[in-house]
Each structure stands twice: as C-alpha cells, then as structure tokens.
C-alpha cells in the first residue's frame, strides 16, 4: 500500500464545473480582478472573520505587500521565526529589509519570550510564523509589540483556520497573509495569495499596491506592484472555499490517530500539544529517534515522509550575509536534526494511517 504526501488528483476529481465557470470567464475575455475576485475575497473575509480580504498572487506577495503597506523599507529590520519556509523570509528581503531571526518553542513556533532581547532602533514589524498550522503565543507577543509600538503582519500560510485561544489565525495582526499554493490546505490550480485586515486603510493601501498603485486608469497614487490574484484561480477558490472547515476537520481527526498510536511508541516524540489553540496540520511533524534511517525506511515502504527542514535556514548558504553561525539558535538546529514530517492529508483513509503507524512501529520494533 502507498501513502502519498498529497492527492491533488482527488481533491479535483470532478473539475467540470469549475472548468465550466472558467470557459465563461474565457468567453467573457474577464480576466483581470472583476466579480470572481470580489466574490472570492468576500467569501475568504467571512471565512476567517476580518473585515476585508485583498487577493494576490502569492502568500510571499501577500506577506511583502502587507510589510509594504505598513512602511517597511530598506535598512529596516522586521523579526520573525528562524524555524519557517523561505518566503517569510523572502518577503523580508524583497523590500530591502533584514530579516531578524529569534529561535523557536518545542511546538515549532516563534518563542515570543525572545523577541524583546531581538528588538533594536531600526525594528519596523515583527512576523510570527503560525508554522505547521500550529499558533503562535499570540497574547505575549501582542504585549511586547503594543510596548514597543511595533505592528504584527501574521505569516497565517499553513494555518487557515487555526486558533489559539478562540480567535482565528489572522485576525491578531494589522493584517495576515494566506497562500493558496496547491500543497496548502485550502488550495488553487497554480500559485495565488490571501491578505487579511480589519483596516479599511491598509486595506484600500494593498489594493492600490497590488496593481501598480493605480487609483484609476490614469492615475498613479503611489507605486506598487503587478501582484493581482489571476481570476481564473479565484474561480477555483470560490468552488472550493465552503470545504476548508471539512479538510480542516479531516487533518485534525487524521493527526489525532497518529497521536493516540505514538504518544506511547518509544522512538517518536510528539511536540506538546497545548490545550488553548485549534493546530490544523497543514504539516505533522514529530521528533524520531534515529530520524534519517526512519525516513528512510519510510520511504522504501511506500510511505512519503518528508522533513520540513534539514538545513536550517540561518545555516543556509543563500543567507549567510546575514552572519548568522551554528549555535545561534540551538532548538531550531536541534529540531532540524530530529523532525520527520508525516502525510496527513485529509484525502487518507484509515487503512493508510494505519499502515503509516505500522511501517514506523516495525522500525523501532527492529
Ligand atoms: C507557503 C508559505 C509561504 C509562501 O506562500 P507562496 O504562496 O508559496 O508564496 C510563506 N510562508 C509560509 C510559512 C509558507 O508555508
């Protein structure tokens, strides 16, 4: 039996009727913003609770564009996690800014106690990073950023519809960006991006952004960026928006299986699980003894573990100008050494999961 990391396939399984929507999209030459955006992003501000929605055309571009519209420039420092996907970290460097690292918690996000001691004169924002669909410790790090007068733009990728103390992902920060690329959970047919606010300012600032600054046809108010959500992918959202609290569903239930199995299996790990957030397993990750033989043996049983990451970004050759060294931030370089990400997809059955469980007990039964 094989276990697929993810399953596209099905997830489109019947693409009539949004092929169906597109050919009328097609038909009508509409191909730029217009009602299918609109629509989407109403849909998308319902969804998770904020008052508006700006499409874009990626989570990185829904990050850069919301660092953008709160100012941040050249020479500015903005802090975030040293544990995420290189967007984050991309976005950062897009504008000119630094990316300022601070280390994680055992349940692989941000450790907000650490931010203060991170913060200088030249700190413009500050980027927590809801990583695996795990939320950050939101209440701290909105007292040190209020004391410090420095705004949060949530990096809420892997984490559409998780909570932490009853509230949305999102809906913490001045604003929140959301990637719609096809391994997330709520998923497009090619790359598109989701930005989330309650500021009717900051939104109609990405609006203006994420179209050349265009106030009109012939007015320019400030300059921006081609960064429009493709209305071709906002047909897609639309078709799939209402499904995100079923996937959701479907992932915790799915994690929570492998929860019950390995909390007593000697050789894996489970991160703690905290009782005031709602993780909605974008990714699975546990630690693992002997971490590469198991996903090796993973592998050759059909099994498509994966490791989210091996190389920590602040030791990666493409950053090192930042002058970051080993040791800087031991429990990311700990965690990079001993995580094994599962599939959880919300598309496995049960006899999967199981043989998932099976495959990792016989290698820690050898
Ligand atoms: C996927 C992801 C992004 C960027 O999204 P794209 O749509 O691929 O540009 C940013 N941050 C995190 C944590 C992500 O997982």
Request: glycine content about 8%; aromatic content about 8%.
């Amino acid at each position: 039996m094989k276990v697929r990391y993810s399953y596209l396939p099905q997830q489109f399984a019947d693409p009539d009727p949004i092929l169906e929507e597109i050919r009328s999209v097609v038909m009508k030459g509409d191909f730029t913003l217009g009602a299918r955006v609109e629509e989407f992003e109403e849909k998308f501000a319902d969804l998770i609770g904020t008052r508006y929605a700006v499409g874009v055309n990626s989570g990185t571009d829904a990050l850069m564009l919301s660092l953008k519209a709160l100012g941040v420039g050249h020479g500015d420092e903005v802090i975030t996690a040293a544990n995420t996907f290189i967007a984050t970290v991309g976005a950062i460097n897009a504008l000119g800014a630094r990316p300022v690292f601070v280390d994680v918690t055992p349940y692989y996000t941000m450790d907000v106690s650490q931010v203060a001691s991170a913060i200088t004169p030249r700190t413009k924002a500050v980027v927590p990073v809801h990583y695996t669909g795990e939320p950050v410790d939101m209440r701290p790090l909105i007292d040190v950023c209020e004391q410090h007068d420095l705004p949060i733009v949530e990096d809420a990728c892997q984490s559409i519809l998780a909570e932490y103390e009853g509230k949305r992902a999102g809906t913490f920060g001045e604003a929140a960006g959301f990637s719609l690329h096809p391994l997330k959970n709520l998923n497009v047919w090619g790359d598109s991006g989701m930005i989330v606010t309650d500021s009717v300012d900051h939104a109609r600032m990405l609006r203006l952004i994420r179209n050349h600054g265009m106030k009109s046809r012939d007015e320019i108010e400030i300059l921006g960026y081609n960064s429009r959500l493709d209305t071709v992918q906002a047909v897609v959202g639309n078709a799939l928006v209402d499904q995100v609290p079923d996937i959701t569903a479907s992932r915790i239930e799915n994690a929570s299986v492998y929860d019950a199995a390995f909390s007593s299996l000697e050789g894996i790990q489970l991160p703690p699980r905290r009782e005031n957030v709602r993780q909605v397993y974008h990714l699975y990750v546990v630690y693992a003894q002997n971490r590469d033989e198991l996903h090796t043996h993973l592998l050759e049983n059909g099994v498509s573990a994966k490791i989210h990451y091996p190389i920590p970004l602040f030791l990666q050759e493409g950053l090192s100008h930042l002058g970051y060294k080993p040791g800087d931030f031991p429990e990311t370089e700990r965690q990079a050494g001993s995580i094994i990400t599962l599939p959880v997809d919300q598309h496995l059955e049960p006899a999967q999961l199981h043989r998932v469980i099976e495959v990792v007990e016989a290698f820690y039964a050898r």
